[in-house]
């Protein structure tokens, strides 16, 4: 009975396990992350947000990685889903006041999945004071997403430390 109750144990602790194996993310040492929600076993939104702070402690960069669940038998295009999410950005920034221009769908790699990018230049007055990337990827009834974005000034100085997020992330 002891090791059936060992098995048990074991299969319980496992299960978080699974459901974080399919995201997995390592950040810097220094940036401020948060994690929702707190217990990702079936949860149908995972989000891991990370903040790299400046020396006057405004945002420097902000990075986010999100999984969410697909529908049973739902059939999604990457394609479709990066085009919505350029215009949902685009939108978002209008009502703030800012234009944002962006490039169109481009290839790349997400976590080891193939995916799409796009990258915005947000401005304000005619001036641009933010870059921005979105990417997308679509794993086994999940789709992924990345976003991140620096100031404009700021962003190619960053770019390494983009790099070395975006090469800590697996996805399943």
């Given at each position: 009975?002891?090791?059936?109750?060992?098995?048990?144990?074991?299969?319980?602790?496992?299960?978080?396990?699974?459901?974080?194996?399919?995201?997995?993310?390592?950040?810097?040492?220094?940036?401020?992350?948060?994690?929702?929600?707190?217990?990702?076993?079936?949860?149908?939104?995972?989000?891991?947000?990370?903040?790299?702070?400046?020396?006057?402690?405004?945002?420097?960069?902000?990075?986010?990685?999100?999984?969410?669940?697909?529908?049973?038998?739902?059939?999604?295009?990457?394609?479709?889903?990066?085009?919505?999410?350029?215009?949902?950005?685009?939108?978002?920034?209008?009502?703030q006041g800012f234009q944002?221009?962006?490039?169109?769908?481009?290839?790349?790699?997400?976590?080891?999945?193939?995916?799409?990018e796009v990258h915005c230049?947000?401005?304000?007055?005619?001036?641009?004071?933010?870059?921005?990337?979105?990417?997308?990827?679509?794993?086994?009834?999940?789709?992924?997403?990345?976003?991140?974005?620096?100031?404009?000034?700021?962003?190619?100085?960053?770019?390494?430390?983009?790099?070395?997020?975006?090469?800590?992330?697996?996805?399943?």
């Amino acid at each position: 009975m002891g090791s059936l109750r060992s098995w048990l144990l074991l299969g319980v602790l496992l299960a978080p396990l699974q459901a974080l194996a399919e995201m997995q993310v390592v950040w810097p040492q220094g940036w401020e992350i948060s994690r929702s929600p707190a217990s990702t076993v079936d949860a149908p939104v995972v989000r891991q947000r990370g903040v790299r702070l400046a020396e006057d402690g405004s945002q420097d960069l902000v990075m986010e990685v999100t999984r969410s669940r697909l529908g049973s038998g739902m059939e999604v295009r990457v394609e479709n889903v990066i085009v919505e999410m350029r215009k949902a950005l685009q939108k978002d920034f209008m009502r703030q006041g800012f234009q944002a221009a962006c490039s169109k769908p481009l290839e790349t790699k997400l976590g080891g999945l193939a995916g799409l990018e796009v990258h915005c230049g947000i401005s304000q007055n005619g001036t641009e004071v933010l870059k921005q990337t979105v990417q997308v990827a679509l794993g086994e009834g999940v789709a992924y997403s990345l976003t991140y974005a620096a100031p404009s000034q700021r962003y190619a100085a960053l770019a390494g430390e983009i790099e070395s997020v975006k090469a800590g992330i697996k996805l399943n």
